[in-house]
């Protein structure tokens, strides 16, 4: 098995804080104006592929009052898994993501690409074995 906590994007106290792994604040990766291809990012993120649906709506993490609809989902692009809220991140908070995502989803031309139905469940068993502090 991977190590699938390598590959979660977002796994920052704010967004995970019931979760004691989580890799510390969202904040200090915050800039303070839009980064090149923000918008091109953030519909990436939106396109991934849904492990887990949460019909419901969060509250931004860091105070804005404002709602995500779905933001609890998990998502995929079959490497990386991201929160459903992720993409509101980086467009409100212009929210800095690891490099080597940024390069990944331009090289793929910000188009989240195919992935098997065996793929989506091997993540989706991987994610539950995380969850439950399970390692195969």
Do not use: C
């Not at 953030?42 to 804005?64: C, E, I, K, N, W």
Request: aromatic fraction near 8%.
């Amino acid at each position: 098995m991977s190590d699938i906590r390598r590959k979660i994007l977002g796994f920052y106290s704010e967004l995970w804080p019931s979760n004691p792994e989580a890799t510390g604040s969202i904040r200090p990766l915050m800039a303070v104006a839009p980064q090149p291809n923000e918008s091109d990012i953030a519909s990436y993120l939106r396109g991934g592929h849904v492990l887990f649906a949460s019909m419901g709506v969060v509250d931004d993490a860091l105070g804005t009052g404002e709602g995500i609809v779905g933001g609890g989902s998990l998502l995929t692009d079959g490497e990386w898994l991201w929160r459903g809220d992720l993409w509101f991140y980086v467009s409100r908070h212009h929210l800095v993501l690891p490099a080597d995502f940024r390069a990944k989803a331009a090289s793929l031309g910000y188009a989240v690409p195919a992935v098997e139905q065996e793929r989506l469940m091997t993540l989706t068993d991987e994610l539950q074995a995380l969850r439950s502090g399970k390692r195969k």
